[in-house]
């Protein structure tokens, strides 16, 4: 078992303070992504975790031991960077055999080693190549492996398909979670692309500006952020938010956004859950695209809406409707509406609409 904790963990370069007071419990086998934007202290949280940077305050523990005042090559971690990192003058095999002729393993051992890990990753035919006959996504393969077969406590991964072309990366995430599932190893993911966080990990954890926001299933983060920040870093696209005012009209709540007098109908349970935030002006709506309906007839509590930019994107597009001053985005399907300036009808979705504090960005709790 290996169990990653960190805890009060603070890091400073200079007097600018890059991580601050994170805590985060890593169960064993958990595949852990860590999610931010560049500069939001991700990377530095995963090279404390792995001894390549020193932390001013706080535990970093593996399987309840302390291990911050361990260099790297104590703590049993092996890490995959975004560059490949492979010796040129070594064939694969020579490569990933490299990390056990170190500890002075038998040939024979090292043999056995090397063609079990190359098995896994698929990659026995390439053993005699060198790196420069290599492609991208077989290169970081190779990185991997080495990485791998010295099984070690966990293994850290610094954004390691980042450099790749599109469909090697989506090759590659699918690589690495069967990798994930046969090995069973811990792993901690780094990477700013939220679609790959979403693809692969147990849990993602959403750091900004050094603070962790939320830390959740893909589903968790995606359904219930837990901030305006989270809301629009998760999903793509990104969800829309407009400043709101909710008051009762005829026996129901009533929520008007971007100066659209007529507003949209929900339910009137909404006024009580809003703890009084309602009529002030206090709140923001948020609503996922797939949560904007969108009709060409007039019914009851849709609102006429004009069509601007429309993204075809295969399987369905994305559609921009023009409600009193801003822009909400709609997921409809493919070919629904059909020219930019078309005159529509849209409504929002009560059980998919989030509401949060403008004040302080934190979500309300409230779900209809």
Do not use: W
């Given at each position: ?41 991700k ?49 694969v ?67 390691p398909i ?99 007098p ?5 339910p ?23 949560g ?62 989030h ?14």
């Amino acid at each position: 078992m290996t169990q990653i904790e960190l805890r009060g963990v603070q890091k400073y370069f200079g007097a600018v303070q890059v991580i601050k007071n994170l805590d985060l419990k890593i169960e064993d086998n958990e595949f852990i992504v860590l999610l931010g934007q560049s500069g939001c202290g991700k990377t530095t949280t995963l090279r404390a975790i792995a001894g390549l940077e020193t932390i001013d305050e706080g535990d970093i523990l593996i399987d309840g031991q302390a291990v911050q005042h361990l260099k790297c090559s104590d703590r049993d971690i092996a890490m995959v960077f975004q560059s490949f990192s492979l010796y040129p003058h070594m064939t694969v095999y020579e490569n990933i055999a490299f990390p056990l002729r170190a500890t002075r393993m038998n040939r024979a051992e090292v043999d056995k080693e090397v063609r079990e890990i190359a098995k896994v990753l698929r990659i026995t035919n390439l053993l005699d190549r060198k790196p420069s006959a290599l492609s991208g996504g077989d290169m970081q393969r190779v990185a991997i492996g080495r990485a791998l077969v010295r099984r070690p406590k966990a293994m850290l991964m610094d954004e390691p398909i980042g450099a790749l072309d599109a469909k090697l990366r989506e090759e590659m995430r699918t690589e690495i979670k069967r990798l994930h599932l046969k090995q069973g190893s811990t792993t901690i993911y780094v990477t700013h692309d939220q679609i790959e966080a979403m693809a692969l990990a147990d849990r993602i954890v959403i750091m900004h500006e050094g603070v962790l926001q939320q830390i959740g299933s893909p589903e968790e983060v995606y359904s219930r952020p837990a901030n305006l920040f989270v809301a629009g870093f998760v999903g793509s696209p990104v969800m829309n938010v407009a400043d709101a005012t909710v008051s009762e009209s005829g026996g129901s709540a009533r929520v008007i956004v971007a100066g659209e007098p007529e507003g949209f109908a929900f339910p009137r349970e909404l006024l009580g859950k809003l703890n009084g935030k309602a009529a002030s002006g206090g709140v923001s709506l948020g609503i996922r695209p797939e949560g904007v309906l969108v009709d060409h007839e007039a019914r009851e509590g849709f609102l006429p809406v004009e069509a601007h930019i429309i993204e075809p994107l295969g399987a369905y597009d994305i559609v921009d409707l023009k409600v009193g001053d801003q822009m909400l985005r709609a997921r409809t399907r493919s070919g629904y509406v059909a020219r930019a300036g078309d005159r529509v009808f849209a409504r929002i979705d009560p059980s998919q609409a989030h509401f949060f504090d403008k004040e302080s960005g934190n979500s309300l709790g409230v779900r209809l």
